[in-house]
């Protein structure tokens, strides 16, 4: 998408981005059923608008079992209430995710909606797709990138996240193809003409900065989008403060015509743990985005919680 509320809010000069930060609703939107496949934890949603309702899948995990992540379905009219389909709709079925389906982000490009999520084994978080027609079955494609060559904590293969932009590049060398940009710990860039093969780019595009809110760790965020600056990502990100570590959002633009080039990037936090919910959890000190669409003349960003809530900010024109 190409939004007007964001182009009204956001100014570059120089490197610098100065963006006014969202509002967040003070309370959890979703939080855990007493029983079932999303009792423990609710959390890193993604969403979709179809017509008037906002889609929203999200990552569960049960009080009966180890698994770290199903991804459930809930849908509402608002974006603020929301009604829950009572099955998961993606569960851990091969090797490469038997522990665990995890953190999706989504876009639809014709009549196919496409998922990135994290499929993870016990041991390595691997970026994975799945495509879908109606968002209730989906088809797995299995691991984007089985070749990657970056080790996190010596593991090698270390992929986990993706955002992708839903239209094809129009302008430079990558023009007529689709973009992504992965990763955990570093943000790396990839390709592709038909949105399942991908190919990356062997360097980062985007890492974390010494003396700033990001110092440990940046990841993607929602799905890309375009403004008149640039390719925009909303990313996650990790400090040390002290013996703590906080997760913190920032944003970064890349060029359109060379996507793997910074054009500016936020030099404080768009948003940072706060509120009870978000301070203590299943992992204390964290927001952490993957979801955002328009509705009713606000820009809404859809976070999990301390790993365990989602909750709900916004952005309007007159913040």
């Not at 979801?291 to 952005?315: F, Q």
Request: net charge neutral; with cysteine; charged share 30%.
């Amino acid at each position: 998408m190409k939004s007007e509320i964001f182009e009204k809010i956001i100014k570059i000069e120089g490197n610098k981005i100065d963006i006014k930060p969202p509002k967040k609703i003070p309370q959890p939107i979703l939080s855990p059923s007493r029983e079932g496949f999303d009792s423990r934890n609710t959390y890193n949603p993604a969403v979709i608008k179809e017509k008037d309702r906002i889609v929203m899948l999200y990552r569960a995990e049960s009080k009966e079992d180890k698994l770290t992540g199903r991804i459930g379905l809930a849908i509402s009219y608002d974006g603020i209430n929301f009604f829950r389909h009572p099955e998961p709709i993606i569960e851990p079925e091969y090797k490469w995710e038997s522990v665990g389906v995890e953190d999706p982000r989504i876009v639809k490009v014709g009549k196919t909606y496409y998922m990135t999520y994290t499929g993870y084994d016990g041991k390595t978080a691997r970026l994975c797709l799945a495509t879908s027609k109606n968002m209730l079955t989906w088809k797995k494609h299995g691991p984007i990138f089985e070749g990657f060559e970056y080790k996190k904590n010596n593991i090698k293969g270390w992929t986990k996240s993706g955002a992708i932009l839903p239209k094809k590049l129009e302008k430079g060398n990558f023009k007529g193809n689709y973009l992504m940009y992965f990763g955990d710990s570093n943000i790396w860039m990839a390709v592709s003409k038909d949105l399942v093969n991908w190919e990356y780019m062997k360097e980062p595009v985007l890492s974390p900065r010494e003396g700033y809110f990001d110092n440990v760790l940046v990841e993607p965020g929602p799905p890309l989008f375009e403004t008149s600056y640039g390719i925009a990502l909303i990313y996650n990100s990790a400090g040390r403060y002290g013996d703590k570590l906080k997760y913190k959002v920032g944003v970064v633009i890349f060029d359109k015509e060379y996507p793997d080039k910074v054009v500016a990037r936020t030099e404080t936090p768009l948003m940072v743990p706060e509120y009870e919910w978000e301070l203590y959890g299943h992992v204390n000190n964290v927001v952490f985005v993957e979801g955002m669409v328009e509705h009713e003349n606000k820009i809404l960003l859809y976070y999990g919680g301390a790993d365990r809530h989602i909750g709900l900010a916004y952005w309007t024109t007159d913040l």
